[in-house]
């Protein structure tokens, strides 16, 4: 039985040893040498992961769709050109912390500057779709009181979720659950009384007793992809259930 089929059954693989082989830190030091060819690399999968809680923060700041887009590609040029990502420790910090007190240095010193060069001059693999992130910039910012830095936090955790969507679903895709994945993924949220699962069972050819249990696994599963993907972005020592426990706190917020 291959891995991805064994985590689908339902045994935890969760190892705190684990986690941090590969992380967003280790990602970010690959960044900052850039000596490496993987340095380009690294960068351009940072930018694209974390991209919209910058935007978000840099759009409650009163800027203008057009210039949060260019103020976000500038931020992570400078990131490079500059060499920030190199003074970036994962022993010291959050990534989250991280990007943020660099965003903040950014903007207060150079976001005049930045905003008067031409949009995409920066020469980074980073494009922004405004129209997809000013969707999600008013589906997610319904209270207009809600601070810029709450509103990172926010994003942040949305978006730490939204990778492990994507990493629960790569899972399934991989195992050939591809349609248990589509029929059950609305019921990892919802309170266990108001899903239906006799529904879901007749959707899937299965027994409710069945339904439950594989609802029960993905929720488990889910539970645990999210715990390894908070984790990849926290020094080694950090508190994980600290940090869960302050983003799911950054979610009640809008």
């Known amino acids: 039985m291959n891995r991805e089929h064994s985590k689908l059954d339902g045994a935890s693989t969760s190892n705190h040893d684990d986690i941090f082989v590969t992380t967003r830190w280790t990602m970010v030091l690959a960044a900052a040498d850039r000596s490496t060819p993987q340095a380009g690399q690294a960068l351009e999968e940072i930018c694209q992961l974390y991209w919209y809680p910058l935007y978000a923060y840099i759009r409650r700041h009163d800027h203008s769709p057009e210039n949060a887009e260019d103020l976000t590609q500038e931020f992570f040029r400078q990131l490079v050109e500059h ?144 715990r390894e993907e908070v984790a990849k972005t926290l020094p080694p020592d950090a508190n994980l259930d600290e940090e869960i426990r302050y983003l799911a706190e950054s979610l009640a917020k809008e």
């Open 83 to 226: 060499h920030w990502i190199g003074d970036a420790d994962r022993n010291k910090g959050k990534l989250r912390a991280f990007l943020m007190t660099a965003l903040k240095n950014f903007m207060a010193k150079e976001w005049r500057k930045a905003s008067a060069k031409k949009r995409g001059g920066g020469q980074l693999p980073l494009s922004i779709d405004t129209g997809i992130a000013e969707g999600r910039y008013a589906s997610t910012t319904k209270s207009p009181s809600i601070e810029a830095e709450a509103l990172f936090d926010h994003e942040w955790a949305l978006t730490l979720l939204e990778l492990t969507m994507q990493c629960l679903r790569s899972e399934y895709g991989d195992a050939g659950k591809q349609e248990r994945f589509a029929v059950l993924k609305d019921g990892l949220f919802a309170p266990h009384q108001d899903i239906d699962y006799s529904a879901l069972a007749e959707s899937l050819d299965l027994t409710v007793a069945a339904t439950q249990v594989a609802v029960h696994r993905m929720r488990k599963r889910f539970r645990e992809l999210y």
